[in-house]
T-cell receptor, first 116, second 114 residues
């Protein structure tokens, strides 16, 4: 069965600190897709990244970076020099291939609070 | 333009009311989704439409009735809801194909059932 675990329920940091959000997934498929979404207090889920199981390259986008390691089934997300605007709930999600319009399996989310 | 719009933003309804939630996208996506999200929980899938046909119904009670009039619009008709149905209802859309594509979400409708 597919499963996404975000063990960190809440994280609090002070501005300019680096923070890593952990995501561990379970799937029996060899082809699958991983996602990160941000949900600010306004409620909208904002897409951050999509990664397929064949692409293990780490990615950097500004202050955001992602570390995908198939050996440990992890897809961790790091925010460098955090800012107050980064305060939100962050969800990691898994989707399997060959199923059009299939569901995202979400982790329970990590609430990040960045104080000034 | 990766925009999905939802109306209304807020809705308060009694248990005997009938109301509808609306969702619209103009990204040419052919898959559309309804999710329900309770406070401090992840979104839970309710329905998936692929090429305007219902492809997934996650055993949702019949008081929720989805409708996809065309490829850009998705409605959720509500009737005889219960207070426990109060939640944030999120619509999403994506390409429909063999590979799961990115789902883009709307801002949601916050529903309160009295």
């Amino acid at each position: 069965a597919q499963k996404v675990t975000q063990a960190q329920t809440e994280i609090s940091v002070v501005e300019k600190e680096d923070v890593t959000l952990d995501c561990v997934y379970e799937t029996r498929d060899t082809t699958y897709y991983l996602f990160w979404y941000k949900q600010p207090p306004s409620g909208e889920l904002v897409f951050l990244i999509r990664r397929n199981s064949f692409d293990e390259q780490n990615e950097i986008s500004g202050r955001y970076s992602w570390n995908f390691q198939k050996s440990t089934s992890s897809f961790n997300f790091t925010i460098t020099a955090s800012q107050v605007v980064d305060s939100a709930v962050y969800f990691c999600a898994l989707s399997e291939a060959n199923q059009a319009g299939t569901a995202l399996i979400f982790g329970k989310g990590t609430t990040l609070s960045v104080s000034s | 333009d990766t925009e999905v719009t939802q109306t209304p933003k807020h809705l308060v309804m009694g248990m005997t009311n009938k109301k509808s939630l609306k969702c619209e996208q103009h990204m040419g996506h052919r898959a559309m989704y309804w999710y329900k999200q309770k406070a401090k929980k992840p979104p839970e899938l309710m329905f998936v439409y692929s090429y305007e046909k219902l492809s997934i119904n996650e055993s949702v009670p019949s008081r929720f009735s989805p409708e996809c009039p065309n490829s850009s619009l998705l409605n959720l008709h509500l009737h005889a809801l219960q207070p426990e149905d109060s939640a944030l209802y999120l619509c999403a859309s994506s390409q429909a194909g063999l590979e799961p594509d990115t789902q883009y979400f709307g801002p949601g409708t916050r529903l309160t059932v009295l």
